[in-house]
Every structure is written in C-alpha cells, then in structure tokens.
T-cell receptor, first 115, second 111 residues
C-alpha cells in the first residue's frame, strides 16, 4: 500500500504565480480531504470530496483557491494568484466512508513557500 | 463537536510507558474519541479511536473513563520515534468527516 501520494513535496514560487498541488488517494477510498497547516492557525480543513463530488468547501479561504477531483484517483488544489500568506504545508487525506465512522489517512504534505 | 483539553507538553523516558491525558467533559453519547499524532515534517497519523470501551491496537491503548469525560492514550514502551504532537479529537458519528485538530500535546521521548 503506497499510502496517499502528494506532489510536489516542496514548492517555492513568487507572488502572483499559479500553484497546483496534486494528490493521489489510497486506492479504494471514496473520500478525499485537503487540509492546510500553519503555525498560527494549526490544521484546517479546506475541502472535502465524497465520491468525487465536493461536499464541504466552507474552509476554502477565498476565490483564489479551487479544488477538483476529476476521478477517484486524482485531485488538485490550485491557488491563482498565489500570495505570501498562502505559505503553509498542504496535506491531502483519504478515507473509505461507508456511512459509519471512518479513518482518514494523510499524505506527507506539500510545503509551499510564496515569496 | 465536544471541545478537548490536553496538556501542551510532556516528557517521557525511552522504554517507559507514556500516558497522555485528554479531557472532553462535554462529550455526548454518540461522539467518538480519536487520537492522531504528527511526527515532525510528516502528515498526521491515525493511532486509535473508541466510543466507551477501552481499546488496544499495535500502536497504543485507549482508556476511556466510565463517564466518558476524559481518556488516556497509553504508549506502552515509548521510543525516540514516538516523539511527536499527539492530538485528541472528539467526532460526531453523524458528521464524521470533521477532524478538528487542536494544539495537541507535544511529547518528547528522551534517551
């Protein structure tokens, strides 16, 4: 089991540039989550997909952020345009949600630095 | 979701048991207690969860008091690799995708 795979692991970009983060969930999982972690705010849920459909995007900070899940094995989180305050570690997590309690498994994260 | 309270930090000697407390005095009957940990520069890692019975797996044991207002995560033989931030999270069964990470307890295992 390869676990949740995220790419890139590190990203350094300049303010105003577009940033795309990628996630491959664990095979067979039907739920996918994007989280952001900063020293100031800790771990925050940005968006939750179930069966490739966005269910809860209330944590997405603003219109500059968008997330897609075109199929069960791939998701992207895009920031356009990026700003220095977007610098954080972005985690993707997946789980199998059968309607009962579920366990989320996290990827290694993407460390984003916006200059 | 019920709020949880954890000590900000604790030290533990290598090879000894680490007992991590968590208070959740406002927990309701259908809320589960979950524990995750985050080793430096890694994603959070699931450890264990329980409703009202004590639970044990290959990583740890979870002891939940009879009134369910508090719980203790036990790492039976702490190693240096157990140094991490440990998060106690209470989750509603019906809203079970929500994981609200607080500040957690920073556990440092010392040789």
């Amino acid at each position: 089991d390869a676990g949740v795979i995220q790419s890139p692991r590190h990203e350094v970009t300049e303010m105003g540039q577009e940033v795309t983060l990628r996630c491959k969930p664990i095979s067979g999982h039907n739920s996918l989550f994007w989280y952001r972690q900063t020293m100031m705010r800790g771990l925050e849920l940005l968006i939750y997909f179930n069966n490739n459909v966005p269910i809860d995007d209330s944590g997405m900070p603003e219109d500059r952020f968008s997330a897609k899940m075109p199929n069960a094995s791939f998701s992207t989180l895009k920031i356009q345009p990026s700003e220095p305050r977007d610098s954080a570690v972005y985690f993707c997590a997946s789980s199998f949600n059968s309607g009962r309690i579920e366990t989320q498994y996290f990827g290694p994260g993407t460390r984003l630095l916006v200059l | 979701d019920a709020k949880t309270t954890q000590p900000p930090s604790m030290d533990c000697a290598e090879g000894r048991a680490a007992n991590l407390p968590c208070n959740h005095s406002t927990i309701s009957g259908n809320e589960y207690v979950y524990w995750y940990r985050q080793i430096h520069s890694q994603g959070p890692q699931y450890i264990i969860h329980g409703l009202k019975n004590n639970e044990t797996n290959e990583m740890a044991s979870l002891i939940i008091t009879e009134d369910r207002k508090s719980s203790t995560l036990i790492l039976p033989h702490a190693t240096l690799r157990d140094t991490a931030v440990y998060y106690c999270i209470v989750r509603l069964r019906s809203n079970d995708y929500k994981l609200s990470f607080g500040a957690g307890t920073t556990v440092t295992v010392r040789a």
